[in-house]
T-cell receptor
Framework: ETGVTQSPTHLIKTRGQQVTLRCSSQSGHNTVSWYQQALGQGPQFIFQYYREEENGRGNFPPRFSGLQFPNYSSELNVNALELDDSALYLC?????????????FGQGTRLTVV | GENVEQHPSTLSVQEGDSAVIKCTYSDSASNYFPWYKQELGKGPQLIIDIRSNVGEKKDQRIAVTLNKTAKHFSLHITETQPEDSAVYFCAAGYSGSARQLTFGSGTQLTVLP
């Protein structure tokens, strides 16, 4: 177990709706990254939060947004859901942006858009 | 941006044999190369990593090699066991980015008893 927890584990939404996914980082970790993993593919970097500020973003549209809270937990929000947003959403936490530390992943949230 | 290619996409080996998975990367600035194992219904689990100042690293039955000049790195699993069956991902990143990783497309490893 990595100590990174995500909720919910599964979610079904309708096209056009909005969704919020949550991640609690491992104790002592101040950096959270979000990844999208389509079926049969490797995870793709969405964005990263460090001490409540966005620090780096992958090739995802603005309807993907996030937050990090003072306790370093994080949310991923997706607006105007599309069918292609169906995927496993993973968060990963690490301890410090300037040090060589490992990233530990949660179990993911399986989002299905119908 | 970084691009990571991974081969093969599927690999079947007999229990006790060795398995090798290879990856190439495009960005010479990348200096951190982790390998993850993902079992069905779970998130990726870090199994070993290597930094660009090291050419090889071992941890029991698992080893990783890195060739910076050729921009490729490989995962070697010896004495494979059925519980090694999973999807394996290589990734590349660089220091200071706190693990903004670019992943390969994965290798489904099946260890046959």
């Amino acid at each position: 177990e990595t100590g990174v927890t995500q909720s919910p584990t599964h979610l079904i939404k309708t096209r056009g709706q909005q969704v919020t996914l949550r991640c609690s980082s491992q104790s002592g970790h101040n950096t959270v990254s979000w990844y999208q993993q389509a079926l049969g593919q490797g995870p793709q970097f969405i964005f990263q939060y460090y001490r409540e500020e966005e620090n780096g973003r992958g090739n995802f549209p603005p309807r993907f947004s996030g937050l990090q809270f003072p306790n370093y937990s994080s949310e991923l929000n997706v607006n105007a859901l599309e069918l292609d947003d169906s995927a496993l959403y993973l968060c990963a936490s690490s301890s410090d942006i300037s040090r060589d530390t490992e990233a530990f992943f949660g179990q993911g949230t399986r989002l299905t858009v119908v | 941006g970084e691009n990571v290619e991974q081969h093969p996409s599927t690999l079947s080996v007999q229990e006790g044999d060795s398995a090798v998975i290879k990856c190439t990367y495009s960005d010479s600035a990348s200096n951190y190369f982790p390998w993850y194992k993902q079992e069905l219904g779970k998130g990726p689990q870090l199994i070993i990593d290597i930094r660009s100042n090291v050419g090889e690293k071992k941890d029991q039955r698992i080893a990783v090699t890195l060739n910076k000049t050729a921009k490729h790195f490989s995962l070697h699993i010896t004495e494979t066991q059925p519980e090694d069956s999973a999807v394996y991902f290589c990734a590349a990143g660089y220091s200071g980015s706190a693990r903004q990783l670019t992943f390969g497309s994965g290798t489904q490893l099946t260890v046959l008893p």
